[in-house]
């Protein structure tokens, strides 16, 4: 009985060391979270294809954009972080053109992971790479209306704080390339989130 007892404790002591181990490395990193963010955009199209053929334009515009985002994270070892995140986000005023052709970014979808390290405990600087497709409408001349839209992959990074236990803060840069066949079509982004953590 006492050797049942003893085995007993023993393998408790085993399963119960390595969650307390996790548990003194975790820096409250790891879980769902939900956020909004806003800032700068720029989209820069040089002769783009769109949805019949393709658009005679040439130039760069600057917006703000706003956008609501869900993720999860984990500390998958001291001090490294990983995570996936889905975010929804809208221009705001984005329309340009030349007279002849004009574009009309509408909102976009990103889909990304990242990669960081905890600096510090509260601090997490990272990378971010994914997938992207934004909705586009197109106007050339009086007759040709078209929506496209655009895929295309994001490269990014930026700068997490906590702020508290469940809030914190973050500043990262995107660069998105949306471009198809000989045409151009890129976006940068300066965007600042807040994220509550569950």
């Known amino acids: 009985m006492k050797t049942a007892i003893y085995s007993a ?6 399963a119960v060391a390595p969650a307390a181990h996790a548990q003194s490395t975790d820096n409250g990193w790891t879980g769902p979270f939900v956020g909004v963010q806003g800032g700068w ?40 972080v990983v995570g996936a995140q889905a975010e929804l986000n809208f221009p705001i005023d984005s ?16 889909l990304s992971l990242r990669a960081g390290y905890l600096v510090q405990p509260k601090t997490l600087v990272y990378v971010r790479g994914g997938y992207s497709n934004g909705l586009y409408g ?14 295309g992959w994001l490269l990014g ?3 997490e704080r906590k702020l508290t236990q469940k809030v914190s803060a ?9 471009s198809e066949g000989n045409g151009k079509f ?10 509550y953590r569950f």
């Open 157 to 159: 990074g930026g700068v």
């Open 9 to 14: 404790a023993a393998a408790l002591t085993l």
């Open 95 to 110: 329309r340009f053109g030349n007279g002849v052709a004009s574009i009309n970014p509408k909102r976009s979808v990103d």
């Open 138 to 151: 197109t106007d050339v001349g009086p007759a040709i209306h078209t929506s496209t839209d655009r895929n």
């Open 41 to 80: 955009e720029q989209n820069s199209v040089r002769n783009p294809n769109n949805a019949i053929s393709i658009t005679p334009l040439t130039q760069k515009s600057d917006t703000g954009t706003l956008g609501v985002y869900t993720g999860y994270d984990k500390e998958v070892a001291p001090r490294i």
């Open 186 to 195: 890129d976006r940068h982004q300066v965007l600042l989130g807040v994220s």
């Open 170 to 178: 973050r500043v990262e840069y995107r660069y998105t390339d949306l």
